[in-house]
DNA sequence: GAGATATGTCAATAAGGCTGACTTAAAAGC
DNA sequence: GCTTTTAAGTCAGCCTTATTGACATATCTC
């Protein structure tokens, strides 16, 4: 690729002070990737939903509760960040339909602990097979060894204060 | 770890035809961890754009128009999968606030050529910098070859119809 | 009992999508 | 040259998902 260049140009020295990042050229590449990657790797899940006249925000409400059994309203807002008036409009939704329930809390009685119903599970499960469908697909193209790398690139894009907190709603599973 | 799973999960024996995926068990991990990163990624520049009046969907076009000065609409509206009328009107607010300019063709004087501006593509890249700060920050922290397969899985993600025009768009110069 | 906390709800607003219908200008086809 | 197709622009109305701000209720903590 760079066999042009002229052995004597003066490349500027890369410096890895990882704190002026913008002296690099842009990442152009990884940026429009994952663009494009998110743009597709959600419209499955779009069309499913659409027969049940959810949006993704119904997605996200429900992957969580269904991986995280006895989620409360709080937690819930906080991985999803959103406002506790967006919360509820697609909650509701999801429990007059019964694909989630609400359960006041035994110690806590002002918590609500949500779970998905056998519905909800069933739905959670059929978005989260069809994006893995995808991942499995093109992690299949890959040097099998590049999945850890793969995982660390995208905890590494997450806000620094917040990687542990993912990695544990991630990785590890609740005892809460 | 599967100790929460919903009772009525059948676990069907993992068979490896590539096509039926939803025999694997969810891949979970990379799912989420695919939410928390692009929910991150876009952060910052949406800082930078609020203080412009703009949104994501001004940042999405300035981008790509930047990138690809001449770029046509129907280029622009097969790229970002939206419909004409809501593309309008961001571009609309780009033109009129002077971030991109709208040429109309020689050859074929029905095309409007879009071009950024030096202000168009001084804010465009000043997101590119801070999305590729992000992006550099989170490589320096694993295998300098891991980045090959980090494009490779996203490429793999994208619907395999468009991988080659996504391929051409990203890698390749146009020429057109 | 006072105050803090968890949740729920009303109302108004905004961004960014959509569909459908229609116009204008210019190119292409015959 | 006339017709059809194509590229772009526009009007009107609607939906989803988010926001802010204000306030109500039940329950826990001190």
Request: positive net charge; aromatic residues 4%; charged residues 25%.
């Given at each position: 690729m760079d066999a042009t260049l002229p052995d004597a140009m003066?490349?500027?020295?890369?410096?890895r002070d990882s704190a002026d990042a913008h002296a690099d050229a842009p990442a152009y590449d990884l940026i429009e990737l994952f663009f494009f990657a998110y743009r597709d790797f959600v419209s499955d899940p779009d069309r499913i939903?659409?027969?049940?006249?959810?949006?993704r925000a119904h997605h996200r409400v429900l992957h969580f509760v269904s991986r995280q059994p006895g989620l409360t309203i709080?937690?819930?807002?906080d991985i999803l960040r959103i406002t506790?008036?967006?919360?509820?409009?697609?909650?509701?939704?999801?429990?007059?339909?019964g694909f989630i329930e609400s359960r006041t809390g035994t110690a806590d009685r002002r918590q609500r602990?949500?779970?998905?119903?056998?519905q909800g599970h069933h739905l959670a499960?059929?978005?989260?097979?069809?994006?893995?469908?995808?991942?499995?697909q093109s992690l299949a193209s890959i040097d099998p060894k590049a999945k850890e790398a793969i995982s660390a690139y995208l905890l590494g894009l997450i806000d620094p204060d917040d990687r542990a907190h993912v990695q544990r709603l991630v990785f590890g599973r609740r005892e809460t």
């Open positions: 003066p490349v500027p020295h890369p410096r939903l659409s027969e049940y006249n959810f949006g709080a937690e819930l807002l506790k008036q967006s919360l509820n409009r697609v909650l509701k939704e999801l429990i007059e339909t602990h949500l779970h998905a119903t056998t499960r059929k978005l989260a097979d069809l994006q893995t469908g995808r991942i499995t």
